[in-house]
């Protein structure tokens, strides 16, 4: 079998007439800095919860949730004009009945907070080096005058993402236009999101 690398040493294309290069943000530009469930299980901590579920609990609850979440309300709520923030509120209930947590509404805010600001700023994430990289590369092509590639992002993620993680890595000044599926409502691999980005 071959593997991805591979693969794409095999596709036959003309490099001259790329013009557009589109990138996602997690996994492609950036990564969380610890697994997910290790958050919200330090967060379940900081907000002062009694007795926490282990971390493998911590885990399966969150994937769950976060599944359930995106089939009741797919692309972060887009269809329903649900708030971003109150989507992922409803995806942190759910998740903490999930792994059996009981909070009062003063404790549930204090770990929402908590776990909202972590993703919505720059502690949640690193940059992967080989993007910085490409980023850079791309960027002295259009200085040297040798090559006009427009950057880009296409992404599944919420806009979270784009409006504010992005800047405060100071990854945004790469991109000439960046498309999220919140906003459009439909998420790759699905051509709407594609075709919005060719509009």
């Not at 294309?13 to 299980?41: C, E, M, P, R, W």
């Not at 609850?61 to 692309?75: G, T």
């Not at 699905?190 to 060719?198: F, L, S, V």
Request: proline share 5%; net charge neutral.
């Amino acid at each position: 079998m071959l593997n991805i690398a591979s693969k794409v040493r095999h596709i036959q294309f003309d490099a001259s007439k790329v013009k557009v290069i589109t990138l996602d943000v997690t996994g492609t530009l950036l990564l969380h800095k610890q697994a997910v469930a290790q958050t919200y299980a330090e967060c379940i901590e900081w907000a002062e919860i009694p007795a926490p579920p282990p971390l493998s609990e911590v885990n399966k609850a969150f994937r769950d949730a976060y599944k359930h979440a995106l089939q009741m309300y797919p692309c972060f709520g887009h269809s329903t004009n649900m708030p971003t923030r109150d989507w992922w509120k409803t995806m942190a209930a759910d998740f903490l009945v999930r792994c059996h947590v009981t909070m009062t509404k003063t404790e549930f805010d204090r770990f929402f907070t908590r776990l909202y600001q972590h993703y919505g700023c720059q502690r949640g994430y690193e940059i992967l080096p080989d993007a910085t990289d490409l980023l850079n590369w791309v960027r002295k092509l259009r200085e040297d005058g040798k090559k006009r590639y427009y950057l880009g992002i296409i992404t599944n993620t919420d806009c979270r993402t784009i409006d504010t993680v992005l800047p405060m890595l100071g990854l945004h000044d790469h991109f000439e236009f960046f498309v999220c599926c919140r906003e459009i409502g439909v998420e790759k691999p699905d051509a709407g999101i594609y075709n919005e980005a060719y509009l």
